[in-house]
């Protein structure tokens, strides 16, 4: 499926908050869709869509401006996801992500998997998986990866009780592995450990729908408080994307 163009305005608000070159470090941008009631999906397990097609053409428009895309494995269990860009700029050549997939455990399998289809007819990247070094890879699964240009990335995941110290570790990897920049979509886990990181994320990208998900659904809902800076917000024909970038401390009114 190709996706309509993007609004027009969309490019300037969304300017100052895509990557930017530095030197020596990946460059984050955390970015979701969420309903007013703060879920990404309407249930554990299930993909809920929540973007209109003119939000979901911007994710697309910020997938193509990354050098990486990163879920967690909760995520790649639940959606089975593409993890492409169908965002095309007539003329010009398609520009995908790598997906990188933090899979510690070795839960996922890349054979079966959506993301395998879209690696070999070419309308996308292979993952790149990160694994802690001391979980066994299946040879096949291994073959299939490197066959697509794809990769297990073996990490010591040696801080199990401290999710954020392990991002210290994955975001070093990520530079050591040559990408510039990484969109980070979710999941709610994630995300969750990473409104809390403020040194870690560089921008914040969140489109909001005008859906209750409900109890049931997937909470977007940090440990602790966290405010804003610099927010900008965008409306479109039915959802808000808000702009922003992580504060180092909580501030109170
Ligand atoms: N609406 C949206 O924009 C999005 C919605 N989703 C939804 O989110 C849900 C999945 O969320 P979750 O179940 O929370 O799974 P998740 O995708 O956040 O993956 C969690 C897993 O990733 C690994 N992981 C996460 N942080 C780690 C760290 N710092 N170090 C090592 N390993 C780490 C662990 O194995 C952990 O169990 C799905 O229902 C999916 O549809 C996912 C992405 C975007
Ligand atoms: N931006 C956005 N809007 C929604 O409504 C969503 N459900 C998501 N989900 C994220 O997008 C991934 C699916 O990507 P593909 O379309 O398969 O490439 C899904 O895994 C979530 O990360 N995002």
């Not at 299930?46 to 994710?59: A, F, G, P």
């Not at 790598?98 to 993952?127: E, F, M, V």
């Not at 999710?163 to 050591?176: E, G, H, S």
């Not at 040194?199 to 659904?217: A, N």
Request: net charge neutral; charged share 25%; glycine share 6%.
């Amino acid at each position: 499926m190709s996706l309509p163009e993007i609004p027009k305005s969309l490019i300037p608000f969304l300017q100052e908050y895509l990557p930017k070159d530095v030197p020596d470090r990946t460059v984050v941008t955390l970015t979701y869709a969420q309903s007013l009631d703060s879920r990404i999906a309407a249930k554990k397990g299930e993909q809920t869509k929540i973007s209109h097609i003119e939000t979901k053409t911007m994710t697309h428009y910020i997938r193509s401006k990354h050098d990486a895309i990163l879920v967690g494995v909760g995520t790649v269990l639940a959606d089975d996801p593409k993890l492409n860009c169908r965002f095309r700029i007539p003329g010009e050549a398609a520009s995908h992500p790598r997906p990188i997939i933090l899979d510690p455990h070795g839960k996922w399998a890349y054979s079966g998997s959506q993301l395998r289809q879209i690696a070999a007819t070419k309308q996308g990247k292979a993952p790149f998986i990160l694994i802690d070094n001391t979980t066994a890879i299946d040879p096949r699964e291994q073959q299939a990866l490197e066959d697509q240009g794809g990769r297990f990335v073996k990490l010591r995941f040696d801080n199990k009780d401290s999710p954020v110290k392990n991002w210290d570790l994955i975001l070093q990897k990520l530079n050591d592995l040559g990408i510039g920049s990484v969109m980070i979509e979710g999941g709610a886990t994630i995300i969750n450990d990473l409104l809390t990181a403020p040194k870690l994320v560089d921008s914040l990208i969140i489109t909001i729908g005008p859906t209750f998900l409900g109890k049931e659904g997937v909470e977007v809902s940090p440990i602790s408080q966290v405010s804003l800076k610099e927010p900008k917000w965008w409306q479109g024909t039915q959802d808000v994307v808000l702009c922003a970038r992580l504060n180092l401390f909580y501030t109170s009114i």
